[in-house]
């Protein structure tokens, strides 16, 4: 698919562009002593259709397991360097993945309708008989699609994404949001320290990386970066702070050393609240705590963030994810089994919240038939 698309290309540009022509051929006319490279007409033309040929049939061989191990359609959205909105439409099944195509919603309203719309094309092109599952994100237009799907065609089912689940239940735990009730007053009280300690290590890291002066001093303590995570990526806070354990040492000798006092800026209550924190043992604490509490969701999410067919095990590893996030929490809060955890009751519903809108009879039935 790749040569496809690169011969596509150069095609495009040597019938297109006059920079293009002429340059291809000032080579020909300097090429090697015995080799004569094609005219850019045939290059776009017969040889661009062998190619064609070439890589459709590769995809046969992938093709012809669909009948006999079904396909599963997964859909995306996301936005070019161009900032136009793409949706785009994988097959995968037991041998590997293959892109189907991707198309340019601009201008268009993203209704479940429109939607479904496109899903169907897909499904019809693939055959539905040989369709299983259809997997996109949980959002509220994508998951009005996937029950359009579910009516139409009766043997299909739409799967929330995993990894978008368990991305959301990171957020929810990580970024609590301000209560409206008096039941949210509660879980805020019980995670916003969380939010707290986020939000200082990213002013920490905006501190460090956005001046020139002290991101050199940071490299000459640190041979490691630290990370600019986009709040795009999956576990993005988490990913942020386990960085910020790996460089604890060096961001600790940064500020006691001597080129640290001696730098002067003009906020320099800044420069000091950045100090204090990062010599703050109890901040330190927290940043472990909550990276070992939230390590075995983090964990479940790169397994299942995998090419490799994972259904079957989607079913155990929430229960022993739930079981794993349980046992670190219950042992830093030194409790037994039987006694209650506040804590641990908050982190748990946000759990199951998310499991109870994300699992399909797909996931019992997959475990079941697991032979493991």
Same mark, same amino acid.
């Given at each position: 698919?790749?040569?496809?698309?690169?011969?596509?290309?150069?095609?495009?540009?040597?019938?297109?562009?006059?920079?293009?022509?002429?340059?291809?051929?000032?080579?020909? #006319?300097?090429?090697?002593?015995?080799?004569?490279?094609?005219?850019?007409?045939?290059?776009?033309?017969?040889?661009?259709?062998?190619?064609? +040929?070439?890589?459709?049939?590769?995809?046969?061989?992938?093709?012809?397991? *669909?009948?006999?191990?079904?396909?599963?359609?997964?859909?995306?959205?996301?936005?070019?360097?161009?900032?136009?909105?793409?949706?785009?439409?994988? +097959?995968?099944?037991?041998?590997?993945?293959?892109?189907?195509? +991707?198309?340019?919603? !601009?201008?268009?309203?993203?209704?479940?309708?429109?939607?479904?719309?496109?899903?169907?094309?897909?499904?019809?092109?693939?055959?539905?008989?040989?369709?299983?599952?259809?997997?996109?994100?949980?959002?509220?237009?994508?998951?009005?699609?996937?029950?359009?799907?579910?009516?139409?065609?009766?043997?299909? !089912? *739409?799967?929330?994404? @995993?990894?978008?689940?368990?991305?959301?239940?990171?957020?929810?735990?990580?970024?609590?949001?301000?209560?409206?009730?008096?039941?949210?007053?509660?879980?805020?009280?019980?995670?916003?320290?969380?939010?707290?300690?986020?939000?200082?290590?990213?002013?920490?890291?905006?501190?460090?990386?956005?001046?020139?002066?002290?991101?050199?001093?940071?490299?000459?303590?640190? &041979?490691?970066?630290?990370?600019?995570?986009?709040?795009?990526?999956?576990?993005?806070?988490?990913?942020?702070?386990?960085?910020?354990?790996?460089?604890?040492?060096?961001?600790?000798?940064?500020?006691? #050393?001597?080129?640290?006092?001696?730098?002067?800026?003009?906020?320099?209550?800044?420069?000091?609240?950045?100090?204090?924190?990062?010599?703050?043992?109890?901040? *330190?604490?927290?940043?472990?705590?909550?990276?070992?509490?939230?390590?075995?969701?983090?964990?479940?999410?790169?397994?299942?963030?995998?090419?490799?067919?994972?259904?079957?095990?989607?079913?155990?590893?929430?229960?022993?994810?739930?079981?794993?996030?349980?046992? @670190?929490?219950?042992?830093?809060?030194? &409790?037994?089994?039987?006694?209650?955890?506040?804590?641990? #009751?908050?982190?748990?519903?946000?759990?199951?919240?998310?499991?109870?809108?994300?699992?399909?009879?797909?996931?019992?039935? +997959?475990? #079941?038939?697991?032979?493991?």
């Amino acid at each position: 698919m790749f040569v496809l698309c690169c011969c596509a290309a150069l095609s495009f540009n040597i019938a297109r562009n006059p920079y293009y022509r002429e340059s291809y051929k000032f080579a020909a #006319s300097h090429s090697l002593d015995g080799y004569c490279p094609p005219s850019y007409d045939k290059l776009r033309t017969t040889l661009l259709q062998q190619e064609r +040929a070439h890589v459709e049939t590769l995809l046969d061989r992938t093709k012809s397991v *669909w009948p006999e191990k079904g396909v599963t359609i997964c859909s995306d959205g996301w936005t070019d360097v161009q900032r136009r909105p793409l949706i785009n439409f994988i +097959a995968v099944c037991e041998t590997s993945p293959m892109f189907l195509r +991707a198309i340019n919603a !601009f201008g268009e309203e993203k209704t479940k309708e429109y939607i479904a719309e496109k899903l169907v094309a897909v499904v019809e092109e693939i055959g539905p008989k040989n369709v299983v599952q259809i997997i996109t994100d949980n959002a509220a237009n994508c998951k009005g699609a996937g029950l359009i799907i579910q009516q139409k065609y009766d043997n299909i !089912f *739409w799967t929330p994404c @995993v990894v978008h689940t368990l991305n959301l239940a990171l957020k929810n735990i990580c970024a609590a949001k301000l209560p409206r009730t008096e039941e949210e007053e509660i879980v805020y009280d019980e995670l916003h320290w969380i939010t707290l300690v986020a939000g200082d290590a990213s002013m920490i890291k905006n501190y460090i990386m956005n001046h020139g002066m002290r991101l050199s001093m940071f490299n000459e303590f640190s &041979k490691l970066k630290l990370l600019a995570v986009a709040e795009t990526r999956f576990a993005s806070v988490i990913v942020m702070l386990k960085r910020f354990l790996m460089v604890k040492r060096a961001l600790q000798s940064m500020v006691i #050393s001597d080129a640290w006092e001696t730098y002067r800026e003009d906020n320099s209550g800044l420069a000091r609240h950045v100090r204090e924190k990062i010599l703050c043992e109890r901040w *330190w604490e927290n940043v472990g705590y909550i990276v070992d509490f939230t390590d075995p969701i983090y964990e479940m999410l790169r397994v299942a963030d995998t090419d490799k067919p994972c259904l079957h095990l989607i079913y155990e590893m929430w229960d022993t994810m739930i079981e794993n996030v349980k046992k @670190v929490i219950y042992t830093k809060e030194k &409790k037994q089994d039987d006694e209650q955890s506040t804590f641990f #009751s908050i982190v748990l519903g946000i759990l199951v919240d998310r499991w109870t809108k994300s699992n399909t009879p797909l996931h019992c039935l +997959a475990h #079941s038939l697991n032979p493991r």
